[in-house]
């Protein structure tokens, strides 16, 4: 399909799914009222600018049904968003939905090499979550032989894994790693089995990490993305280049905006992912603000699919810090500092002023076994992790080493950004 | 050779006083304390009668600390006497990382401390030209003897 039959695809089915939101869900039809906007005049997919946003407080204050776009005799399964903070939301799907997701799901596994003739274990929880049965559908409509063990029990995982003679692997990440090491335990030789690919998502993970897993389980670690709002697993997903994931763009308008402002940014600059579901019947989602961070990957990508790619998600904007103008996500500094012999992935960004501008210092622990007399060797160790973070962020913070376990261990959601400014009077 | 402790110290208001907290708590007797600080952080050398004891406790209280092994010369009580242990070293082609010296209670001579990248061949030399290195036990001597 070219752009241009693409984007003709892609306005019709916007058209149909603003009609239907309007028609039937009294949240968007309160937003576009208000907005003035009548979903008739949406001509260009330009005009997707002028559209209201929606936010997951949305999806909460319409809580169970209440954002449903289909009567509830239409809807024939439903499944829950995983509400890290505060109250869950429901997702419905109708027959049409769960259609759709197994063929987004089975191009995703075929968008990591899988085949008919592949040995899927689903490794991912069933079900409210969705990754379990999002998977297991994919797999079975891709006519893959579908292991669903769901997750927990992991040497019967590894069992299975064995004794099944399992090709591709669905599950989170760090369950990947812990697979590997249990097989270890058990005498099992992970890397002599047939296991060839890893389809891997519902957490943030890093390159560091992708490595790591490559290694342990000799196979090629796939990044997947989705989340329950816009779908679940099957929005998008890397090919065996990995290099950005591939977004099912016929299914789902993308866009990146400046989490400040909501603006557009162009195409390779960071900002929010916003998503807009175009063929959902159960619960569209239109400018869903995903509070994921990524940038479109700009170029075509080798493996000859034409839909574009978005990078890796690599920060939330609820931590988002704006220095000298560019976006810098405290997760990023973490993914620095783990790929960093003698200093720990402890780190806290400190926000303070200097005059009237803005001063940033990164505090780094370093590990009990360095050797603390060599001075050299502290300074060195300081200015390469200046210098790392400078070369993945594109800004020069100051790094200040301090001493080992002085930043706070929280158990919960870890408190990297001190927000000093404020203590000092301010501007 | 002796055991020196070697503390890394934030730049940060409280914390040297809180290595000495730590030291005096544990009962440690210290001969000597130099502060090597750079811009962003220090690095506190310590001398002193239990260095095992002494990295225990400041690990206990939070501190980052090395036991590293350096000499302890005694200088030659004379003009030159500084001058003939580095020329010694030299001599050698033993590089000096740093030094610092502290004169003995009731001695006249004073003690150097050298930390050198080659140790045992800084050690044959200094014997060799007649310049005496000190063990932990002549430090402490005078503690271990009068300790009441
Ligand atoms: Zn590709």
Redesign the interface.
């Known amino acids: 399909m070219s752009r241009a039959q693409l984007e003709e695809l892609q306005l019709r089915r916007l058209r149909t799914v603003l009609a239907r939101v309007h028609g039937n869900v009294e949240t968007y039809r309160r937003k576009f009222d208000e907005a003035g906007l009548a979903p008739a005049s949406v001509s260009s997919l330009e005009d997707l600018e002028a559209v209201p946003f929606t936010v997951k407080d949305d999806l909460r204050a319409a809580y169970p049904y209440g954002m449903f776009a289909a009567p509830l005799h239409d809807i024939v399964r439903v499944h829950s968003s995983s509400g890290t903070t505060g109250q869950i939301t429901v997702v419905g799907y109708t027959a049409n939905d769960i259609s759709n997701w197994a063929d987004l799901m089975a191009r995703t596994i075929a968008c990591a090499g899988g085949t008919a003739d592949d040995v899927v274990q689903v490794t991912y929880g069933y079900g409210l979550f969705t990754g379990g049965l999002g998977v297991h559908y994919g797999s079975e409509r891709l006519g893959a032989v579908t292991v669903p063990i769901s997750g927990g029990m992991t040497k019967r995982q590894v069992q299975v894994m064995r004794d099944f003679g399992t090709t591709i692997l669905a599950c989170t990440p760090s369950y990947a790693l812990l697979l590997a090491e249990t097989a270890g335990e058990m005498g099992v030789d992970v890397r002599s089995l047939p296991l060839r690919a890893g389809i891997f998502g519902a957490e943030p993970w890093s390159e560091n990490m992708r490595r790591q897993i490559e290694r342990a389980l000799d196979v090629k670690a796939i990044d997947i993305y989705g989340l329950s709002e816009v779908l679940g697993p099957g929005v998008a997903s890397e090919c065996l280049e990995q290099d950005g994931l591939h977004v099912n763009e016929d299914h789902f308008l993308i866009e990146i905006v400046d989490p400040e402002t909501l603006e557009p940014v162009p195409d390779g600059e960071r900002g929010e992912v916003v998503f807009t579901t175009l063929t959902k019947e159960g619960i569209p989602v239109i400018r869903y603000r995903t509070r994921d961070i990524s940038r479109i990957v700009p170029g075509e990508c080798p493996c000859g699919r034409t839909f574009r790619r978005m990078e890796r998600v690599t920060g939330r904007t609820d931590d988002m810090l704006i220095v000298r103008g560019v976006n810098v996500f405290p997760s990023q500094i973490e993914q620095v500092l783990a790929g960093i012999p003698g200093v720990a992935p402890h780190y806290q960004v400190i926000l303070s002023k200097r005059g009237a501008m803005d001063h940033v210092e990164v505090h780094v622990e370093?590990v009990?076994d360095?050797?603390?007399?060599e001075?050299r060797e502290?300074?060195t160790l300081?200015r390469k992790v200046a210098s790392e973070i400078q070369a993945a962020l594109a800004v020069n913070l100051d790094v200040?080493?301090?001493?080992?376990?002085?930043i706070e261990r929280s158990q919960g959601k870890a408190k990297r950004v001190v927000d000093a400014r404020s203590e000092q009077g301010g501007v | 050779m002796v055991e020196q402790v070697s503390v890394f110290l934030e730049n940060e208001p409280g914390h040297l006083a809180e290595l000495t907290r730590a030291l005096a708590a544990a009962g440690i007797n210290m001969r000597a304390l130099v502060v090597a600080d750079t811009a962003e952080f220090g690095v506190v050398r310590i001398i002193c009668d239990r260095p095992r004891a002494a990295k225990e406790a400041l690990e206990a209280s939070g501190f980052g600390v090395t036991l590293t092994r350096v000499l302890a010369v005694q200088m030659p009580d004379r003009p030159g006497g500084l001058a003939q242990v580095v020329g010694v070293l030299s001599d050698a082609g033993v590089n000096i990382e740093y030094m610092y010296a502290f004169v003995e209670p009731g001695a006249d001579a004073a003690v150097d401390i050298v930390r050198v990248d080659d140790p045992k061949r800084a050690a044959e030399a200094l014997e060799d030209a007649g310049v005496r290195c000190l063990r932990a036990e002549d430090l402490y001597a005078t503690e271990d003897a009068g300790s009441s």
């Open positions: 370093v009990p360095t050797d603390f007399d001075i502290l300074e300081r200040k080493l301090v001493e080992p376990k002085s």
